[in-house]
């Protein structure tokens, strides 16, 4: 069964500090991807990561960065986190087959307020 | 301007009506997806269609690159349809998604 999973699901912090959401897939997907959703504004790319070590900005990176030290893996990272920081994060990975043609598939989302 | 625009922005339906989803789009398109998201849930992908009409139960999304648009279409709708969908643009072959804001179903009983 297909999984792409996030950590934590529910996080508060205060701003100023710093935080960590993670996401795993068990499919081995290379593609991997962190999105925001925010009401009114619908959901916006912040970045992709094409394997291992090998990340490139989406629409809206800053105030992000990303890691992915392992295919399986994929961490966002605020430094620092702002309350516009505050929206509900979703990770997705998908396959790459020859034609470059893909589907995604989503995680269950990271709801974060920063007060 | 936005890339992506769906239409409707909200739908009602009565129990067994059909619905039509439009997504109109402005720039080059590599792929359209269709996803369904429940309150508060993930999204679900329904269709992954590059072009021409695709069938998946009572769902048949149809794109038609040539005119920028992309539809979803739900016959004999149900309760459980009630959510939101999302259509998305894969630009170029680089996987990169820009997503609608979204049409939001809700079916009533």
């Known amino acids: 069964d297909m999984k792409v999973t996030q950590m934590p699901r529910y996080l508060i912090k205060r701003m100023g500090e710093n935080v960590l959401l993670e996401c795993g897939q068990d499919?081995?997907?290379?593609?991997m991807y962190w999105y925001r959703q925010d009401p009114g504004l619908g959901l916006q790319l912040i970045y992709i990561?094409?394997?291992?070590?090998?990340?490139s900005e989406g629409d809206i990176p800053k105030g992000y960065r990303v890691s992915r030290k392992k295919r399986e893996h994929f961490s966002l990272i605020l430094d620092s986190a702002k309350t516009n920081q505050t929206s509900v994060y979703f990770c997705?990975?998908?396959?790459?087959?020859?034609?470059?043609?893909?589907?995604?598939?989503f995680g269950p989302g990271t709801r974060l307020l920063v007060l | 301007g936005q890339q992506v625009q769906q239409s409707p922005a909200s739908l009602v339906l009565q129990e067994g009506e059909n619905a039509e989803l439009q997504c109109n789009f402005s720039?080059?398109?590599?792929?359209m997806q269709w996803f369904y998201q429940r309150p508060g849930g993930s999204l679900v992908s329904l269709f992954y269609?590059?072009?021409g009409t695709k069938h998946s139960g009572r769902l048949t999304s149809t794109t038609v690159i040539k005119e920028r648009r992309s539809s979803l279409h739900i016959s004999s709708s149900q309760t459980t349809d009630s959510g939101t969908y999302l259509c998305?643009?894969?630009?170029?072959?680089?996987?990169?998604?820009?997503f609608g804001g979204g049409t939001r179903l809700t079916v009533r009983p």
């Open positions: 997705a990975s998908s396959p790459r087959d020859r034609g470059g043609q893909d589907t995604q598939y």
């Open positions: 499919m081995s997907h290379e593609t």
């Open positions: 990561s094409y394997d291992v070590d090998s990340n």
């Open positions: 720039t080059s398109l590599n792929s």
């Open positions: 269609n590059p072009s």
């Open positions: 998305a643009l894969e630009r170029n072959a680089g996987a990169k998604l820009t």
